[in-house]
């Protein structure tokens, strides 16, 4: 069986089976590799996409499910080499540290700033409950958040 999934505009073709996870149909088949497949049981958050207009996990979702759905990726969100808000913001406050968990938190702040455009500091900490940093405080990532949401 072929998969057929949308993927940041495109429709693209994949050979592998329709219980792979999305993540590793991204990564392995489409050459996409900004989401990570960090701790691959949800917990983390690193391996965020957009369904649908929606923050997945797609470590726990089987790409069969995603076939008929728009996927975006973190590649998708930058365009022509312009960063989009929370991207330029993140990278202004210095908030990135190794990098492995922010393709992830990207897009769950992408998706907060679209759906809630003048969000909170306690929208943004709620928003990020399911991305795990393991090397900053979070404080930085929050900042940059804030700074996106009031448009500076």
């Keep these: 069986m072929v998969l057929s999934l949308t993927v940041n505009g495109d429709r693209l073709s994949s050979p592998s089976d329709p219980i792979t996870p999305l993540i590793d149909v991204l990564r392995e088949d489409f050459h996409l590799t900004g989401a990570k ?42 365009v022509d080499g312009t960063l989009t808000p929370i991207q330029a913001a993140l990278e202004a406050c210095d908030a990135v540290q190794c990098g492995m968990c922010f393709p992830g938190m990207v897009v769950t702040l992408t998706h907060l ?36 949401a009031a448009g500076k």
């Excluded at 709620?126 to 393991?134: F, V, Y």
Aim: net charge negative; charged share 20%.
């Design 37 to 78: 497949p960090v701790c691959r049981e949800g917990f983390c958050g690193a391996c965020m996409v957009l369904v649908d207009g929606l923050p997945t996990l797609s470590c726990l979702m089987p790409a069969a499910l995603a076939a008929g759905c728009e996927i975006r990726t973190v590649e998708s969100l930058a």
């Design 113 to 148: 700033m679209t759906t809630k455009p003048g969000a909170t500091r306690e929208d943004i900490r709620a928003a990020l409950t399911g991305n795990i940093c393991r090397c900053t405080g979070y404080e930085r990532i929050v900042e940059a958040a804030l700074i996106a």
